[in-house]
């Protein structure tokens, strides 16, 4: 995704990952990107596992979803950026491990309370568990790495938590510093198993490259300039803004949602799908959230070979698995830094050593794999504002919307989109179910959403708009990045993805629902 000047709220930052004359890949990636090029020495994501689906097992979270919620977990104000800041040692944990936190503040205590994200009748959060008042101080000021600028805190361990009697999911820890000062510190509780489950699948890889606490990230540095970017970052630091922005805009409104559903729900991260291939194993569903844009070569592979058996896959977001990262080592352990050198790849010695795969864009040679054989559909550019025209109104996905082919919805598409482009690998079963006319960069292009199956069973989904999940909040006291979506859009995509996660959640949607009607020769003929 993008990087630069700054833009509207909640969306992207122009990223110009090609310095130098000619047209600025980030605002139209078309017939000029040598598309066709790309169909030469693909390779593929990776060969079918044998993960059978078994017996849905009783649902854990039954009982928790009954509970009441506390409506105050809201933060009532942030601060100076240095007034009181942290982050986990672990960017998940296994209910009743513990994690270390690290902390700064300028107060002399702080508190710590975590939240589990959910519905709770409209509250949209519980109070799981509260600290007793801890004191504060300072951290040292960050180091960076001068080989790869990377930024690194470097504080110490503050407290340890236990999480016994967390029950599995997205969590948000607020720290309540003595002067009334807040942030967050984000942390998923994963599940131990995923069989039957619908599992979220947070996107902490690209939560972490577009951080620029202490100055960097994977887009820009102090001075804003790409050539001065982090060639790796970590998680051993805090998130920028309130602690928690990329799941707030991009996440938590899908979350509460399929909580609402009370459907069999499993949470899991981009780091821990890589780290682990059993991940996935027997999921009813995995979805990939509103912005989830650097996956390494082992959770692509992963995510492909759950698809391959049967499990469902949703792209909510666009932009999906288009940079390959690679996840190395840092101070707090194995898998804490996100390492992408971008347009640099040959100055990264792992690559240089042909020990690893170059760290740039999935589509790109050497080793260009693009993400349209997963996804369905193919990133295009950036920025945009367009309305959303749905296509095939008959779709199962649409029904209960009352919508009729044409209608069209203001600017749910946006910021980025994708679109599917024959030129690219693409899915044979595959039907455009939206296809919306805009205009990005002074060109005209279009963005769809797509539907395909694989003869495994498994249905796949890509909204192929970055909007998807915040529009779940447009008309809603939570729209404040809605970007002029209306209520109507708001109950729209809400339907969709009811509709969507429910048939998911079912198992192999090919198994139960009509077939794709193959249309995109005919969507894009002439």
């Known amino acids: 995704m993008p990087d630069g000047a700054a833009h509207r709220a909640g969306e992207h930052r122009a990223d110009h990952d090609t310095p130098g004359p000619g047209l600025d890949r980030r605002h139209f990636l078309g017939a000029a990107t040598g598309i066709a090029a790309l169909a030469t020495g693909l390779t593929g994501c990776g060969s079918p596992g044998d993960a059978p689906r078994g017996h849905r097992p009783a649902d854990p979270l039954t009982a928790e979803r009954s509970r009441p919620g506390n409506p105050d977990w809201r933060l009532r104000a942030t601060g100076p950026p240095d007034a009181v800041e942290g982050y986990p040692d672990r960017v998940s944990v296994l209910p009743g491990e513990e994690f270390g936190l690290h902390v700064s ?65 997205a969590y948000l820890l607020r720290l309540d510093a003595d002067q009334g000062h807040q942030r967050y510190v984000p942390l998923i509780v994963r599940s131990s198993a995923a069989t039957g489950r619908t599992v979220l699948m947070h996107a902490v890889t690209t939560w972490q490259a577009y951080n620029a606490w202490g100055g960097r990230s994977l887009y820009h540095g102090p001075d804003g300039a790409y050539a001065t970017r982090s060639l790796a970052v970590g998680f051993d630091r805090p998130y920028d803004a309130t602690g928690a922005e990329k799941f707030l805009v991009y996440e938590r409104a899908l979350v509460v949602l399929a909580e609402r559903l009370g459907l069999p729900l499993a949470y899991t991260t981009s780091v821990d799908v890589h780290r682990d291939p059993a991940a996935l194993h027997g999921a009813a569903a995995v979805l990939s959230l509103g912005h989830d844009e650097y996956w390494t070569p082992e959770q692509r592979d992963h995510v492909t070979r759950a698809r391959d058996t049967g499990t469902n896959v949703a792209f909510l977001g666009a932009n999906a698995c288009f940079r390959r990262v690679r996840l190395d080592a840092g101070p707090g352990g194995p898998l804490r830094t996100v ?29 260009a794999d693009p993400e349209s054989s997963l996804t369905g559909v193919f990133y295009e550019g950036y920025p945009t504002d367009a309305p959303y025209v749905v296509h095939g109104a008959g779709h199962w996905l649409f029904e209960g919307t009352g919508v009729r082919t044409g209608d069209a919805f203001p600017h749910l598409v946006g910021v980025e989109y994708d679109r599917v482009t024959p030129e690219a690998p693409t899915p044979a079963a595959l039907e455009i179910v939206a296809h919306s006319p805009l205009v990005c960069g002074g060109r005209a292009s279009h963005a769809d959403s797509a539907y395909y199956t694989v003869p495994g069973g498994a249905g796949v989904f890509a909204t192929g708009t970055m909007r998807w999940v915040e529009a779940l909040m447009a008309g809603t006291s939570d729209d404040g990045r809605d970007h002029g979506m209306d209520r109507r859009t708001g109950a729209f995509v809400t339907r969709t993805t009811e509709n969507l996660l429910r048939a998911f959640a079912a198992g192999p949607a090919a198994h139960h629902r009509p077939a794709p009607r193959p249309n995109a020769g005919q969507v894009y003929a002439g």
């Open 105 to 169: 503040t300028t107060a002399p205590g702080f508190r710590v309370s975590a939240y589990r994200v959910g519905w709770y009748g409209g509250a949209q959060a519980r109070l799981v568990w509260r600290s007793d008042r801890l004191a504060g101080r300072p951290g040292p000021p960050p180091r960076l790495r001068a080989d790869t600028r990377t930024v690194e805190a470097g504080w110490p361990r503050t407290t340890t938590v236990r999480t016994d009697g967390w029950p599995p999911g």
């Open 339 to 367: 390492t992408c050198y971008k347009t640099d790849y040959r100055d990264d010695p792992r690559f240089a050593d042909h020990q690893d795969p170059p760290t740039h864009d999935f589509r790109a040679p050497p080793a």
